[in-house]
């Protein structure tokens, strides 16, 4: 693994805050193995088939079988793979069938170029919720505690009404969320809400933030990771020996996570876990993730079959951070920024969230 620091010229910083860790392609492809190459292949000779029934079909007067019967033999084969890798998990392929159509109908919006912003963000929202189910209440579905919650009921006395949840409070009280910016802000955010509200003392998750992006000039082949640190906001210290948590919408190739990964490990942070939650991701992007950081778990809303020639999943549902954020254009915002941008409604909605990263940033 080859991490590259760049010094650039310091423009009245000093040298060391201007330090650039860039991972590139080639250095992800030695975590493939053999077998991990031809089932990519395998599965990319299907998708091309499918792809070809793409070109064909017509919305107007095409009835799609093609199609379907296509899908459902991608899905099979994904499904195949996935189930000899224990630390990738696909929502659809691990609950219960009758969950099924709840994700598939979500990402089914998600995909939709017609989806506007406003539901955009509120099935990003409810993704993450399922997500959130599966990758923590699930597991601590056999302990549960009590909520006696008051209600405004006080006629003819004051109302109690008491619930049982998943006991996750082992699970997430050494979670710190880590944003891979910028399209990972939300998301990260709703998680964060999740572990609040589940946990029975209202943990409120450290964050620690990632300026980190790929190169979108270059293709898959030569794509190079650019983790900016002068632009990033973390502790070291509170990383090590913590839950690492990412929530990112789309996990492509893998590559900024494990630029991040490698980073933090070369710097000495050794975490007590990572987790990687997805809405969308792609098969080589999975297997990379677990194959190059072996404490690392995947968990995904829904598994695509390949990438195009430039790292972009397929079918995929384009660029999500512009999808959940809006372009920057010219001037990329800041954090502080991009939160003010989700509006008062949003950031009512995730206040203690806000406050934590407001404190990151500014200290």
């Keep these: 693994m080859l991490l590259v620091v760049e010094n650039l010229p310091s423009l009245g910083y000093p040298v060391a805050m201007r330090e650039k860790i860039t991972l590139q392609s080639h250095d992800l492809d030695g975590y493939l193995t053999a077998k991990d190459e031809a089932a990519l292949a395998e599965i990319g000779k299907l998708y091309d088939v499918y792809l070809d029934e793409c070109r064909k079909y017509d ?3 095409g009835d799609g079988q093609a199609l379907t019967r296509l899908s459902a033999e991608i899905s099979s084969q994904l499904e195949r793979i ?3 890798e224990d630390r990738i998990h696909v929502y659809s392929f691990e609950t219960p069938r009758q969950q ?3 994700g598939s109908r979500l990402i089914a919006r998600l995909r939709d170029p017609k989806t506007g912003h406003e539901e955009f963000l509120y099935y ?4 993450y919720e399922l997500l959130f189910t599966h990758v923590f209440a699930d597991q601590a579905i056999d302990s549960k505690r009590s909520i006696i919650q008051p209600t405004p009921v006080t006629d003819p006395a004051p109302n109690y ?3 049982r949840i998943p006991d996750i409070d082992p ?3 050494d979670c710190v969320m880590c944003v891979m910016l910028r399209g990972a802000l939300l998301p990260s955010m709703i998680v964060s809400k999740e572990i609040q509200d589940y946990s029975s003392d209202g943990y409120i998750t450290p964050f620690a933030l990632f300026r980190i992006k790929r190169d979108e000039s270059c293709t898959e082949k030569d794509m190079r990771y650019v983790l900016d640190l002068d632009k990033s906001f973390f502790s070291l210290e509170e990383l090590d020996g913590k839950d690492l ?3 990112d919408p789309m996990n492509a190739t893998g590559g900024s996570l494990v630029t991040i990964v490698k980073y933090l490990e070369k710097e000495g942070v050794r975490p007590k876990s990572i987790r990687f939650i997805n809405v969308i991701s792609a098969l080589k992007g999975s297997l990379r993730v677990v194959r190059a950081l072996p404490q690392a778990e995947v968990y995904t809303l829904w598994m695509d079959p390949v990438l195009n020639s430039r790292a972009y999943i397929m079918p995929g549902l384009g660029d999500a951070g512009d999808r959940l954020n809006g372009e920057d254009g010219d001037r990329p915002r800041n954090i502080i920024q991009l939160v003010a941008d989700y509006g008062q409604a949003i950031v009512n909605l995730y206040r203690d969230q806000v406050r934590k990263i407001e404190e990151t940033v500014l200290g």
């Design 59 to 61: 919305p107007c007067t």
């Design 82 to 84: 996935v189930a000899a």
């Design 100 to 102: 099924h159509s709840e």
């Design 124 to 127: 990003i929202q409810r993704a």
């Design 161 to 163: 009404a008491v619930h």
């Design 171 to 173: 699970l997430i009280h």
């Design 245 to 247: 948590v990412f929530a």
